[in-house]
């Protein structure tokens, strides 16, 4: 990574205003479900902690829309970080203004505030100018260890940054570090595993990795659309009929670059899209009317299987069924499964946030994966090739 770091710069007695992603999943009663992204953050800020920096951190939690939610605000989340660093967490009433400014200037070093639900302003996601002077107003020094929320410009992520110098954590570094070494420089063979629903969605990403992969198995919903591009029966399965052509192509582009991409050989098909459906496996190219493909089948993982047995670095992005009805995870789970053991054969796995990292989590095989990016979009972006505005803005080395 060519951006400079916390480690680059002199944070002691210095007030660092820390972008965070605590954006955590919470149930009805204001519980945190899985705090994956709070601990991710714990090494910058017990490093800025540690060299006498106050930390002002600050997040967006959810949809608010620009308007102050009750169930959206941040105190469950300074909760669970006051457990988590064993010290005190003080929160803020808003996320600027003059209180907060007061609050934040007083804080001594080894001192944390969290700051209020960000979105809670609609200047946030508009990258209004006022409102990123007013955060900026709030440290002496920026540090962008969202990665999550890297390829949106916002107030917090790009904004600040017009205001004060600017540096990656830990987080960023690292999320930078193995997505980039994945793309510029894998160890080669290299394989890439893409579902999720849309075949719009993974586009970009698939006309990269064409250029750059030897190894690409496609599974989820957008294979539904590849494998109608190859003129095979479907059923009543969901596909992109404007994007047929595209995928024709990408096929392709594919066969004439020589690299191996497979599609699902066999299907789990149900009579209906519910959890408790009749479902039963077949032959990609015979389902019946009134069937549809929810998840790929046992040859398919079979052949997946030995497909990235040779593998030295593998990217995953996408889930490859419909993983939240247990009848047809399957794919996704044999999947984890595999990559688990191509890991512990020493290839590099690195799985691309989103419904992925969340299948991977839930499975609690997180340890067993080389890297489990944080940021679904940004990691999909970034596989893209695009820049991210939140890396961007922060100083290059020098």
């Given at each position: 990574?060519?951006?400079?770091?916390?480690?680059?710069?002199?944070?002691?007695?210095?007030?660092?205003?820390?972008?965070?992603?605590?954006?955590?999943?919470?149930?009805?009663?204001?519980?945190?479900?899985d705090d994956t992204r709070i601990t991710a953050a714990l090494p910058t800020i017990e490093y800025l902690l540690s060299k006498g920096a106050a930390v002002v951190l600050m997040?967006?939690?959810?949809?608010?829309?620009?308007?102050?939610?009750?169930?959206?605000?941040?105190?469950?989340?300074?909760?669970?970080?006051?457990?988590?660093?064993?010290?005190?967490?003080?929160?803020?009433?808003?996320?600027?203004?003059?209180?907060?400014?007061?609050?934040?200037?007083?804080?001594?070093?080894?001192?944390?505030?969290?700051?209020?639900?960000?979105?809670?302003?609609?200047?946030?996601?508009?990258?209004?100018?006022?409102?990123?002077?007013?955060?900026?107003?709030?440290?002496?020094?920026?540090?962008?260890?969202?990665?999550?929320?890297?390829?949106?410009?916002?107030?917090?992520?790009?904004?600040?940054?017009?205001?004060?110098?600017?540096?990656?954590?830990?987080?960023?570094?690292?999320?930078?570090?193995?997505?980039?070494?994945?793309?510029?420089?894998?160890?080669?063979?290299?394989?890439?595993?893409?579902?999720?629903?849309?075949?719009?969605?993974?586009?970009?990403?698939?006309?990269?990795?064409?250029?750059?992969?030897?190894?690409?198995?496609?599974?989820?919903?957008?294979?539904?659309?590849?494998?109608?591009?190859?003129?095979?029966?479907?059923?009543?399965?969901?596909?992109?009929?404007?994007?047929?052509?595209?995928?024709?192509?990408?096929?392709?582009?594919?066969?004439?670059?020589?690299?191996?991409?497979?599609?699902?050989?066999?299907?789990?098909?149900?009579?209906?899209?519910?959890?408790?459906?009749?479902?039963?496996?077949?032959a990609s190219d015979k389902v019946p009317a009134g069937w549809r493909i929810l998840d790929i089948g046992p040859a398919t993982v079979k052949s997946f299987r030995a497909a990235?047995?040779?593998?030295?670095?593998?990217?995953?992005?996408?889930?490859?069924?419909?993983?939240?009805?247990?009848?047809?995870?399957?794919?996704?789970?044999?999947?984890?499964?595999?990559?688990?053991?191509?890991?512990?054969?020493?290839?590099?796995?690195?799985?691309?946030?989103?419904?992925?990292?969340?299948?991977?989590?839930?499975?609690?095989?997180?340890?067993?994966?080389?890297?489990?990016?944080?940021?679904?979009?940004?990691?999909?972006?970034?596989?893209?090739?695009?820049?991210?505005?939140?890396?961007?803005?922060?100083?290059?080395?020098?």
């Amino acid at each position: 990574m060519n951006k400079q770091t916390i480690r680059d710069i002199d944070v002691a007695g210095k007030r660092v205003l820390l972008r965070v992603d605590f954006n955590v999943p919470l149930d009805a009663e204001q519980h945190i479900t899985d705090d994956t992204r709070i601990t991710a953050a714990l090494p910058t800020i017990e490093y800025l902690l540690s060299k006498g920096a106050a930390v002002v951190l600050m997040s967006h939690l959810g949809r608010p829309d620009g308007k102050a939610v009750e169930k959206l605000r941040m105190a469950p989340v300074a909760r669970r970080l006051s457990e988590l660093l064993h010290r005190p967490v003080q929160t803020a009433t808003d996320s600027v203004g003059p209180e907060v400014e007061a609050q934040a200037r007083a804080l001594q070093p080894g001192q944390v505030l969290l700051l209020e639900n960000l979105r809670f302003h609609k200047e946030e996601e508009k990258n209004n100018q006022d409102f990123a002077r007013q955060l900026a107003a709030l440290g002496d020094l920026y540090v962008n260890d969202a990665f999550g929320t890297a390829h949106r410009a916002h107030a917090s992520t790009e904004g600040a940054t017009h205001y004060l110098p600017g540096v990656a954590g830990f987080l960023m570094e690292k999320e930078i570090n193995f997505l980039g070494s994945a793309l510029e420089n894998p160890q080669r063979p290299f394989a890439a595993i893409v579902g999720g629903a849309k075949v719009s969605d993974k586009i970009a990403v698939l006309e990269r990795l064409i250029s750059i992969a030897d190894i690409i198995l496609i599974g989820g919903g957008m294979a539904n659309t590849f494998l109608k591009a190859e003129g095979k029966e479907i059923g009543d399965s969901l596909y992109e009929e404007s994007k047929v052509g595209e995928a024709g192509e990408l096929l392709k582009k594919a066969q004439q670059r020589g690299i191996t991409l497979q599609l699902p050989g066999d299907v789990v098909i149900a009579d209906r899209f519910a959890a408790d459906a009749d479902h039963k496996v077949v032959a990609s190219d015979k389902v019946p009317a009134g069937w549809r493909i929810l998840d790929i089948g046992p040859a398919t993982v079979k052949s997946f299987r030995a497909a990235l047995e040779p593998a030295r670095t593998i990217v995953w992005n996408g889930t490859l069924g419909v993983a939240e009805m247990p009848a047809f995870a399957k794919g996704t789970k044999a999947v984890i499964e595999i990559l688990a053991e191509r890991t512990k054969a020493g290839a590099t796995t690195i799985i691309g946030g989103g419904d992925s990292a969340a299948a991977v989590e839930q499975a609690q095989a997180g340890d067993q994966m080389t890297h489990v990016s944080t940021g679904g979009g940004a990691s999909l972006e970034f596989l893209e090739g695009r820049t991210l505005p939140g890396v961007a803005a922060l100083q290059d080395k020098k």
